[in-house]
């Protein structure tokens, strides 16, 4: 282990102890992974650190309450100690202003956007920010009870989509593993809250797979507007949710959806990709992500069209760089 590492672990370990109200966030539009890694880690404070008091904030996602219940943000914040998890940026942040609060940690797996709390830990090699929180908890030692191993290995699981995806190594099973071993957590019953989904999204799903567009480039791409929603009584997250279900279709490397958001009036967009660098085209329309599972929102049809173009010609120089 390496001496960063030693140093990230017990600086973020003094600071929980020494803090009396501590402040976990995670990014807008949560999956599993931020609310499995900020609700985890709430359990942890709790089961290591009673006497603390200990908020776990940001906008409910219907979808995943089951993972565990979010709290108010506190009346007094002059004094906490703010932990964001799974979120590079401020702009993401639900719920609070990480700027406002000068006592903060970073807890992230994706590539670095910017420099927001007072002590970072970034791991972008990572497969989760559930799975950074597990490391934190070994190397020091705490106590890691059922209830919390269980919103961890949600979000470590959904992330890497069940161990499919390259982030899964070593170090990931190994955890894992450790994790199998001390909690003896029910992971037939997880998988079942994580996937089981009522038959109008099936039917959906159903209706993503007839309706995708696929440019000579092998991008795929679906626009999905407001009244396809309404027909198939679904939200404009569904589709996001779903977004991995594609992974496997020969024909398609990169594959994006566009769902009309009304409420906000502007398009939630999901890019995954099989090969092809995709954060940087995600960068440049003004969102983020992984190298091959990133997003945005954008406002029209015509920035839609522009962020396909931009991925047709990524996808292109892959085809070409595999071809040679």
């Not at 650190?49 to 219940?69: H, L, M, N, Q, T």
């Not at 420099?115 to 989760?128: N, V």
């Not at 597990?134 to 919103?151: Q, S, W």
């Not at 406002?299 to 760089?321: C, F, G, R, W």
Request: hydrophobic content about 35%.
């Amino acid at each position: 282990m390496n001496l960063f590492k030693q140093n990230i672990y017990k600086q973020i370990y003094k600071k929980i102890k020494k803090a009396d109200t501590i402040i976990i966030a995670r990014h807008v539009g949560p999956d599993p992974d931020a609310l499995g890694s900020s609700l985890g880690l709430k359990q942890i404070i709790n089961d290591n650190f009673p006497d603390k008091k200990v908020y776990c904030i940001g906008s409910p996602a219907a979808k995943f309450r089951f993972i565990g219940e979010l709290d108010k943000l506190p009346e007094t914040i002059d004094n906490a100690l703010l932990i964001v998890t799974d979120t590079p940026d401020h702009k993401r942040v639900d719920g609070i202003d990480p700027r406002r609060i000068k006592n903060s940690i970073k807890i992230d797996h994706h590539p670095y956007v910017e420099t927001m709390c007072e002590l970072e830990w970034i791991d972008d090699k990572s497969s989760s920010a559930s799975q950074m929180v597990l490391e934190l908890v070994f190397n020091n030692n705490l106590k890691l009870t059922k209830e919390a191993g269980e919103k961890l290995y949600i979000g470590l699981v959904a992330d890497t989509n069940r161990f499919m995806f390259s982030y899964s190594n070593a170090k990931t099973f190994a955890l894992v593993s450790k994790l199998l071993q001390e909690t003896s957590i029910d992971i037939t019953k997880i998988y079942n809250e994580l996937y089981l989904r009522p038959y109008k999204e099936i039917k959906f799903q159903g209706y993503m797979s007839q309706n995708y567009q696929i440019t000579e480039n092998k991008v795929g791409y679906l626009i999905i507007h407001d009244e396809t929603l309404k027909e198939f009584n679904v939200d404009a997250a569904t589709p996001g949710n779903m977004i991995n279900s594609f992974n496997h279709i020969n024909e398609m490397l990169v594959w994006v959806t566009a769902t009309e958001d009304k409420d906000l009036g502007s398009y939630r967009i999901s890019i995954r990709s099989r090969g092809p660098i995709i954060n940087e085209v995600a960068a440049n329309h003004g969102g983020g992500g992984h190298m091959f599972a990133s997003g945005t929102r954008l406002k029209t049809e015509e920035e839609i069209a522009s962020l396909i173009k931009d991925l047709e010609k990524v996808s292109k120089k892959y085809i070409e760089k595999v071809s040679d």
